[in-house]
């Protein structure tokens, strides 16, 4: 296991609900009701399921607002390497699993950004501090 796939499973904390089809709401369901936990709590038939999502986000990229989607081409390169027969509902499951991280994650982010600002002046501009700034 990467070390990226272990960041994966340890900071994102919501149990997705694999059983429940695997749409992104049934998704969200869980998240919202499973927040909190220490540890995900995975069905057993999603195992196989969350150890790609997780050994595939441990590889994603990144750019300057956060981290890039796992795409189709890194699903079934991933998939043919390791020899998974996926199906369709396979990779849209991934993909839920995917979306509802990236969403938990640029959340964390927005919550620390918000948290590391520092507080906006109260008193507005006037002309001599307008001149103390730019001259």
Not at 60 to 78: D, L
Request: aromatic share 8%.
């Amino acid at each position: 296991m990467s070390t990226g796939a272990a960041w994966c499973r340890t900071t994102w904390t919501p149990s997705c609900a694999i059983r429940g089809g695997g749409n992104e709401a049934s998704c969200k369901r869980a998240a919202a009701s499973s927040s909190g936990r220490g540890s995900p709590n995975i069905p057993e038939a999603g195992r196989d399921l969350w150890e790609i999502f997780a050994d595939l986000c441990g590889t994603r990229t990144y750019h300057a607002a956060g981290p890039n989607p796992i795409s189709y081409a890194e699903i079934q390169s991933y998939a043919q390497v390791n020899r998974w027969p996926l199906k369709p509902h396979h990779v849209a499951t991934i993909r839920a699993l995917d979306a509802v991280w990236i969403e938990h994650v640029m959340i964390r982010s927005q919550a620390k950004d918000a948290r590391s600002q520092s507080p906006s002046s109260m008193q507005g501009i006037n002309p001599a501090a307008f001149d103390a700034v730019f001259g």
